[in-house]
């Protein structure tokens, strides 16, 4: 193996990394039946054949077998992070060392964040792939001479989806972008699931603190927020959530948990948790009222939720006291810890979403790739907007994921789907 970190064709922290990077892919592998199913179905025929994608979205082991099955399907690909620290650089060094064309390594400045995104768009992608749609705006802003031969392109997660939503209303999307995000098999599963677990491991990675007889606060009850609720009350945890919106708020009280307004709550909790994709949820007015020892994280996609600097601005002393795990000191002598610098604790202080659920997330991306690639020079071609992945789409993926996991289910017989479909017989 080579001992460059940098060449034309990739720039990663250290190749020498890829033989663990490359045990862990096999790893996810394993666990990723589904998009393993479809590249072995796909392989033969090279249906991305003559495509180049680019992506920009986390590096993880998951993204890795996502990325080797698009270039197994036939497509050139070019790769970046789509956050400064959720770059596993094993799995990027991995990529790089098997022909990869990766620019991504954990803690990235922001120059060098948007350095290796105008690298990917230098392969000028015929698809876009994003997880938080950096990507995509970019390239709408600053590379457009690149845009007319884009088809079209995939988004991971909500945050993007309401970015994209707002580029479309402005009218400057420029084109057809799949909202993966909003898949049933997705949002039900890798946010809810996915998230919730990730959660807990990050925060117990960077604390390794008990959950049983603490106040956790999680702000958002969302897909996101209610799985992590669900799984720090499971760890033992007396949940508290805050919101915005009277209907989640309501269906936070009715599954059990106590809610009420952040500055309540700012004097009662033990563990902070955002999930909301909002800016400003928890500032230095909510961190001036909680107890010492306060814990503070964010799982939202951007690290605007709890506001690290303001917190800093009423600190007179700050240090790192574990990885990702930065002790701020007040005037009064008072602590709050901040965990991965309020930036998505789940892939900045552990792994991401387990496997098992990227597997359907990353199904769902290679499908709507699929998809796209079909439509390409036929009339079929989508105008811009922001399209939903389709029912037969979330139907497969469900399907296939029962059949990885050996679960059959029941048929509706003739006569079941006469009486669903009829409206004669009542009472
Ligand atoms: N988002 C959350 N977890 C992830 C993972 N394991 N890989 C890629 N993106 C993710």
Redesign the pocket.
Known sequence: MGTENETANYKVKDIALAKEGRLKIEWAERHMPVLMSLRAKYKQKKPLKNLRIGGC??V????AVLVETLRDLGAKVAWSGCNPLSTQDDIAAALAAGGISVYAWRGVSKEEYYWCIDRVIDLKPNITVD?GADLVFYLHEKRQEHMASVIGGCE?TTTGIVRLKAMERAGLLKYPMMSVAEAKTKADF?NIW??GQ?TMDGILRSTNIMFAGKTIVVAGYGHVGSGIAARARGLGGNVVVTEVDPLPALTARMEGFQVMPMKEAAKVGDIFITATGCTKVITAEHAALMKDGAILCNSGHFNVEVDVASIEKISSKKREVRPNNVEYTFRSGRKVFVLAEGRLV??ASA?????EV?DM?FANQLLSILSLAGRAGKKEKLDPGVYEVGWEQDALVARLKLESMEIAIDKLTAEQMKYLSSYGKGT
């Open positions: 979205l986390h993880t082991k998951e993204t997880d991971e890798d996915g998230t990730s789940n892939l792994e991401g979403h387990p496997s990227m997330s």
